[in-house]
């Protein structure tokens, strides 16, 4: 990876969904730290309060655009509506430029009402709650991607970089409808990078798998055992090892990477995808 010091995204601008905090933020502060100009979006704005990692989406904004030295925008939208995506690509565009990178991260197993659904099988999940999570994780995706790629169709280049899971890869009895829209976003990705490549536009998903949020941590019981962050690669994740990879993904050294999707669970799974 490029050194810090070395901007190597400096002049180009960036929207990274939900940013407010946890994986988000950390891609947000990442790209920032590269020189990028940066657009925070979220849902609401008090969304990075909700597990203790800010205090709102404005805030957020403004700490990320001083901490690193570049323009940031603070958008708000529900990606789930296009006239909402339409909305945040015209406001980032308007205050920032052209968006050159789309890190598409907003998503999350969340039920119509909100928290996780429950019943939350493949079987008993209310359809209610499998129409939010489809929503929000494969619809949201397609529709933001299909808005930022129309610009950089017309420029001729760009990065498109999709946050998806390895709960995409393994069938499971439980969050069996997240893993569905993973594995449909991830195919989705798949099908975009081949249609983006005569016009210069890198299109790639990264599959984290467990890691270190505040969502994360305070949604279920963590085994201590896999909090360290040395001696062995069977331990959750930090969010900057797997923001190292969107780094790679966003930056000049995967200029010829394409249609991959690329697993961030220190070989948690190891069969292909």
């Not at 925070?40 to 901490?67: C, D, K, S, W």
Request: hydrophobic content about 40%; overall charge neutral.
């Amino acid at each position: 990876m490029a050194s810090h010091d070395e901007k190597t995204l400096g002049g180009k601008v960036a929207l990274v969904t939900g940013a407010g905090r946890g994986l988000g933020r950390a891609f947000a502060e990442k790209l920032a730290s590269l020189g990028a100009d940066v657009a925070i979006h979220g849902m609401r704005e008090n969304g990075p309060a909700e597990y203790g990692e800010g205090t709102t989406l404005t805030a957020v904004a403004q700490e990320v655009g001083e901490q690193y030295g570049v323009r940031t925008q603070r958008v708000l939208g529900d990606l789930t509506k296009a006239a909402d995506i339409a909305r945040v690509v015209a406001e980032t565009e308007k205050a920032l430029g052209p968006i050159d990178i789309l890190v598409h991260n907003a998503g999350g197993d969340i039920a119509a009402a909100g928290g996780k659904p429950n019943p939350n099988d493949a079987v008993t999940i209310k359809e209610e709650d499998v129409r939010a999570v489809l929503d929000r994780n494969l619809l949201a995706t397609i529709l933001t991607c299909q808005a930022v790629a129309r610009g950089m169709m017309e420029r001729r280049g760009g990065r498109i970089v999709t946050i998806g899971s390895v709960a995409a890869f393994k069938g499971r009895t439980n969050s069996s409808i997240y893993a569905v829209a993973k594995a449909g976003m991830t195919h989705y990705t798949r099908c975009l990078a081949d249609q983006l490549r005569p016009y210069d536009i890198a299109v790639n998903c990264v599959a984290p798998g467990d890691t270190r949020t505040g969502r994360f941590l305070g949604t279920r019981a963590v085994d201590e055992k896999r909090m360290v962050e040395t001696g062995t690669l069977d331990r959750i994740a930090t969010v900057d090892e797997v923001a190292r990879v969107v780094e790679f993904f966003a930056g000049p050294m995967a200029a010829f990477v394409s249609g991959q999707v690329l697993r961030v669970d220190g070989g948690g799974q190891c069969w292909p995808g």
